[in-house]
């Protein structure tokens, strides 16, 4: 009997334990990006620590898009999409005071933010003939999570001047199934 109480005991305090330790450490907040809505939100989620496993759903804050998202609305590039967004890539997660990592959307993210994205708008305006080819390329490698590919190409588009350097720079980087 008196092993049958241990195994027990252990059996109930074990994942106590393990909740506990997940409760005190294993709080991950970050930043994410849609490629569905274009949006970006702040969020928490609770992991496992060292596994980085997530055990709890998200908490996510309010959707914000960048200038950049919305010049690309306002001109056409980009369909408005509804406010549900499916999938959500990692920006960058903290977990407590320190950064664990960037995800995937951390290098086309940075693009967005408000200098590059002031830049990207001023450059649409200044060579629109460019633009039209340029954005719906980035818009579905984005699309398609193809994010490297995406900030590949718009940080080789400031050196282009012609609409065939455009179509140079997209044939080489958007795949042959995504090109439009």
């Known amino acids: 009997m008196n092993r049958l109480m241990r195994i027990v005991a ?9 909740a506990l330790v997940v409760l005190g450490v294993g709080r991950v907040s970050g930043e994410r990006f849609s490629p569905d809505s274009f949006a970006q939100q702040e969020a928490t989620w609770w992991a496992l620590p060292v596994a980085g496993t997530r055990v709890s759903p998200v908490i996510a804050g309010r959707e914000l898009r960048s200038p950049l998202v919305e010049h690309w609305i306002a001109s056409g590039y980009l369909a408005r999409r509804p406010a549900q967004a499916d999938r959500w890539d990692v920006v960058v997660a903290r977990h407590w005071s320190w950064r664990t990592g960037d995800g995937r959307a951390r290098w086309f993210v940075r693009e967005l933010q408000s200098e590059p994205a002031q830049r990207w708008i001023a450059w649409s305006h200044d060579h629109a003939e460019l633009a039209v080819r340029a954005w719906p390329a980035v818009i579905g490698l984005v699309r398609e999570q193809r994010y490297e590919n995406a900030y590949l190409l718009m940080r080789q588009l400031g050196a282009a001047t012609t609409p065939e350097d455009v179509e140079r720079l997209v044939t ?9």
């Not at 252990?10 to 393990?18: D, I, K, Q, R, Y």
């Not at 080489?172 to 439009?180: D, F, G, K």
């Open 10 to 18: 252990a059996s109930v305090s074990l994942p106590f334990a393990l």
């Open 172 to 180: 080489s980087l958007v795949p042959r199934e995504l090109r439009q």
